[in-house]
């Protein structure tokens, strides 16, 4: 099967699974995945199968309940209706958690609400779902996340808690399709080769500068590097983690067809490329990557100088579109 027709199969049997028992439905999910080359579960693996839109319209939860989980659908794949309350760039939820959110290796979102409250070493304290979906608001979406408990934060959560349905609280076993698993790290990685690549492959979409495209306020395709994109908080940051996403994910419709090497050598160039400064910026580059390189930015270029410029990547006070640089919601927590 050609991987385009593999995925548009993949989007099919999401949508029109709603009657079939649950097993069968898993069966037929898992088969399509490895025909298009994503590894099959391991023995020991939880695999979870989120329900769908068509599952929640035909069940019997309380109508005002199904109100405000579609609405938490809605503002996960147009999180743009948030632009400049919420949301400072052009990026939605479904931006990175392709298929809303459910699409295994690509950080489907539903183990948030069944593994946390936890430890998060990001920030040192222990989270909730909300601090969860709060944390990508502030980096991967250069924002301010709504206030905790609000409608729109109640919609959010609710609509990761159903797609966790199910599946039992604080699994021990690992979870397959968790996050952006990366390919091993070559040896060495090449700028100019990823820049070629990005060029021939990704730009047709992301543009060649990688601002994306933006029609009448709707993102079509999101912005990978510039003011437009995630700021230098954001997990993706990570090479590895991009490296991963990419690998697993792109170019859209045909994952898995980059090697190893050409993941992390795109990965690489669009790493050295500016965003918006990292909301935990103390105003000085060294300073901060002093503090927050041992937990996050020894895995991304933050600190470094470019390799498309020669400067100092994140040497800057440019917040983007927004007017502040840390939403003051984030915060530690104490429980003293
Ligand atoms: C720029 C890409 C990007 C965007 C946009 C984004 N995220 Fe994420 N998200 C990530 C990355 C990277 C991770 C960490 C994945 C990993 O652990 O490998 C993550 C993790 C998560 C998790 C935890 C998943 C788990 O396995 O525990 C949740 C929940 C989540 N995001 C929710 C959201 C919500 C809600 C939004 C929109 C407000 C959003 N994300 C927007 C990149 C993004
Ligand atoms: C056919 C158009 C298309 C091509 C080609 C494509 N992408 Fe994407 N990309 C998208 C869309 C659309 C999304 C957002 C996911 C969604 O909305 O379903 C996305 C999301 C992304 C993201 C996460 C959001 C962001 O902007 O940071 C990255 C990174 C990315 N693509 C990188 C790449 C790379 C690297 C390539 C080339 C190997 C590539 N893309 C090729 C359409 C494309």
Redesign the pocket.
């Known amino acids: 099967m050609k991987p385009t027709f593999a995925i548009t199969a993949l989007a099919g049997s999401l949508l029109l699974a709603g009657g079939v028992a649950a097993n069968e439905r898993t069966e037929d999910y898992l088969n399509t995945l490895t025909e298009l080359g994503y590894p099959a579960p391991k023995e020991n693996q939880l695999v979870h199968i989120p329900p769908t839109m068509q599952d929640l319209e035909a069940s019997d939860m309380h109508p005002e309940l199904k109100r405000v989980i579609r609405r938490g659908y809605d503002l996960f794949t147009d999180t743009q209706q948030l632009r400049g309350e919420n949301v400072f760039n052009n990026?939605?939820c479904?931006?990175?958690h392709?298929g809303e959110g459910r699409m295994p290796f690509s950080a489907p979102v539903w183990p948030a609400a069944v593994t946390l409250p936890n430890f998060r070493g990001k920030n040192g304290h222990v989270n909730n779902l909300e601090e969860r979906i709060a944390g990508c608001f502030t980096y991967s979406m250069n924002g301010k996340p709504p206030e905790y408990g609000s409608d729109n934060m109640l919609a959010l959560a609710a609509y990761h808690q159903w797609l966790a349905k199910g599946v039992e609280m604080y699994p021990e076993k690992p979870i397959y399709g968790r996050g952006f698993p990366a390919p091993e790290r070559p040896e060495e990685l090449s700028y100019a080769n990823g820049e070629k690549?990005?060029q021939e492959?990704?730009a047709?979409?992301?543009s060649e500068n990688g601002e994306?495209l933006q029609v009448d306020g709707k993102t079509?395709?999101?912005?990978?590097w510039g003011d437009g994109?995630?700021n230098w908080g954001a997990g993706?940051v990570r090479v590895f983690t991009?490296a991963g996403?990419?690998k697993n994910?792109?170019?859209?419709?045909q994952p898995l067809s980059?090697s190893d090497q050409e993941a992390w050598d795109?990965a690489y160039y669009?790493s050295n490329q500016e965003r918006p400064q990292d909301p935990r910026y103390t105003g000085d580059v060294k300073e901060t990557l002093e503090k927050y390189g041992p937990t996050f930015h020894k895995h991304s270029l933050y600190g470094q100088a470019s390799e498309a410029t020669g400067e100092t990547l994140g040497d800057h006070d440019n917040t983007g579109e927004k007017d502040f640089l840390k939403p003051d919601t984030v915060r530690p927590r104490t429980f003293e």
Do not use: E, K, T
């Open positions: 990026m939605n479904s931006s990175c392709l690549l990005y492959q990704c047709v979409c992301h994306g079509v395709f999101p912005a990978p994109s995630n993706i991009a996403f990419i994910n792109m170019p859209l419709g980059l795109i669009i």
